[in-house]
């Protein structure tokens, strides 16, 4: 009877048979794939940012933040002109200075050029850290077989991802973020000793400096290691848990002491201050603040609302073989190697939905940290998936299909040039550069987006507050402006989409204005938005009469 007995199961495989153990690849074949998927990667995004016709308008300031940091030192972390995190803008600075000592040309291009640089070699680190996420994962869950193909869907899933490429391809600090967080993340897992731990604590201070939420993974960690103390009844996790703790602290805490609080951001407005800017002129409406549409929504509808952009940010399949993963796994939520990933998803996913709630909205990008977290457990559900093909044919067609389903949609997004509408930023730039003569020293106002064109004509730059909640404040507020700086060229965009929806009001009240209206002269047109359904004027600024 003993010895007909079949072994106790192993806890992962009675929590998920499917996630079990293969055979390992070959390591010069692994090493080769995974050199394939970088190299593709890296080319890509080259290739894309070279097609791109103008940056961001949040590339921009990127850009300047790195040059004015360059001229004005660590002082001008205390500005509160400028409250994003510095990490990014110092790494694109460091690339521009090295350009310039290689002989590169100062100049809009020049910063460009660097920016996109720190945003490709950060989307290439996060490709690495997923692959390293993954790997140390997929050990732990399916041996050192499996680890392999999971580090290695795990790489071209998140090489693939349509978000992380476009993101790469612009000056973005996300993806710079996103490498030293999931890094932190591969470090941190499985309770390691304090030197990886230490490690780990850098990574996460060194997120933090990045963005704001790369702490997260910080306070996460420890927090796990310290409940896996008091469940074992050991004090063994409590040395790597420190180490994380005064490893974030050396890299975090003079930044903190510099600027003299946790985070320079300034809180944006929340929808009840919205609110009450329009209860003073309610003839107006619909509000648009910040060039996004504002919704309010209740408690109930935030987590939803958040759900949905992260699906909208892994294109659907990847948080839906992520969470698949997860669900199969769910007994092991609070254990290793899960416990680390699955708090920061929680603590993430909270995260947007309370600025969603706040704040009345969400962009697809703010949820790219739970995806990304995701990613390697889709890698794990796809090679779980391949071992269960094996059973027969239609197993293997039915998989077949599966994958087919998941990378076709992400290589076909991805073929997208990013900013590819904005095709009137570089034309206007070029009429002026022939029709203005020289434009250094000029001034040119206009809204967030016309940004771009003052940073490539290399113009002096004054910003319209697009914030203002009615038509009527926002020409008010132009108004003042062309008063106060007198401008050489007014931009401004007009067309369907909800942000500019205003903007032919707003232009009409300031050519019937008595004083201003005469002095404002149409100088071009270009042809704007994505179906090229909008306009980009360009208005001359004339002098005031003299009185």
């Not at 995190?85 to 521009?96: N, T, Y």
């Not at 848990?241 to 490893?247: K, S």
């Not at 008010?476 to 965009?493: K, Q, S």
Request: charged content about 20%; some cysteine.
């Amino acid at each position: 009877m003993a010895a007909s007995r079949k072994p106790a199961a192993t806890r992962t495989s009675r929590d998920a048979q499917a996630l079990t153990g293969d055979e390992p690849l070959a390591a010069g074949r692994c090493a080769a794939l995974t050199g394939l998927i970088l190299t593709a990667a890296l080319a890509w995004r080259i290739i894309l940012a070279t097609l791109m016709p103008a940056i961001s308008r949040d590339g921009v300031l990127w850009c300047w933040f790195a040059r004015d940091l360059g001229l004005r030192g660590l002082g001008l972390l205390r500005d509160d002109a400028y409250d994003q995190h510095p990490l990014f803008p110092a790494f694109v600075l460091a690339l521009q200075r090295a350009g310039q000592l290689a002989g590169a040309a100062d100049g809009p291009l020049a910063w460009q050029a660097a920016g996109q640089a720190a945003s490709i070699l950060g989307g290439v680190g996060v490709i690495a850290a997923s692959g390293a996420l993954g790997l140390r994962l997929g050990r732990a869950l399916g041996g050192p077989g499996r680890a392999q193909r999971v580090s290695l869907w795990s790489m071209t899933l998140t090489a693939l991802l349509p978000l992380n490429v476009w993101l790469s391809a612009d000056v973005m600090s996300d993806q710079l973020h996103l490498a030293l967080y999931l890094l932190a993340v591969a470090l941190l897992i499985n309770t390691p000793g304090w030197p990886l731990a230490a490690l780990g604590g850098l990574c996460a201070g060194l997120a933090f400096l990045t963005r704001p939420e790369g702490g997260a993974v910080a306070l996460v960690a420890p927090a796990a290691m310290t409940m896996r103390a008091l469940r074992t009844r050991s004090a063994r996790p409590l040395a790597p848990a420190l180490a994380t703790l005064v490893a974030f602290a050396a890299v975090a805490g003079p930044y903190m002491l510099i600027i003299g609080g946790v985070s320079p951001k300034a809180d944006k407005q929340t929808l009840d201050e919205l609110g009450r800017g329009a209860a003073a002129q309610p003839q107006d409406s619909p509000l648009a603040l910040a060039a996004l549409r504002r919704e309010d929504v209740s408690w109930w509808q935030a987590a939803p609302r958040a759900a949905l952009e992260t699906f909208r940010a892994g294109r659907v399949v990847l948080p839906a073989l992520g969470l698949a993963a997860l669900l199969a796994l769910r007994r092991r939520w609070a254990d290793e190697p899960l416990s680390v990933p699955a708090g920061c998803l929680l603590v993430h996913f909270a995260l947007i939905a309370l600025l969603v709630k706040r704040h009345g909205y969400l962009d697809p990008r703010h949820a790219l940290v739970i995806v990304a977290l995701l990613t390697p457990l889709a890698g794990l559900a796809l090679s779980a998936a391949a071992k269960w093909a094996r059973g027969g044919r239609q197993r293997r067609h039915a998989v077949r299909g599966l994958m087919l389903l998941t990378v076709a949609p992400l290589v076909l997004y991805s073929l997208r040039v990013p900013n590819g509408a904005d095709v009137h930023v570089p034309r206007a730039v070029a009429w002026l550069h022939e029709t203005g003569g020289a434009l250094r020293g000029r001034t040119l106002l206009g809204g967030k987006s016309e940004r771009r064109i003052a940073f490539y004509a290399g113009m002096r730059y004054i910003e319209w507050s697009e914030g203002e909640p009615t038509a009527e404040a926002k020409a008010g507020a132009l108004r003042g402006l062309l008063r106060a700086f007198a401008p050489d060229y007014l931009a401004i965009e007009i067309g369907p989409a909800d942000e500019l929806s205003d903007n032919e009001r707003v232009l009409r009240a300031l050519r019937e204005d008595p004083s201003l209206g005469r002095r404002l002269r149409e100088a071009a047109r270009f042809r704007a938005g994505r179906r090229q359904d909008g306009e980009l004027l360009l208005l001359r600024v004339l002098p005031a009469e003299p009185t």
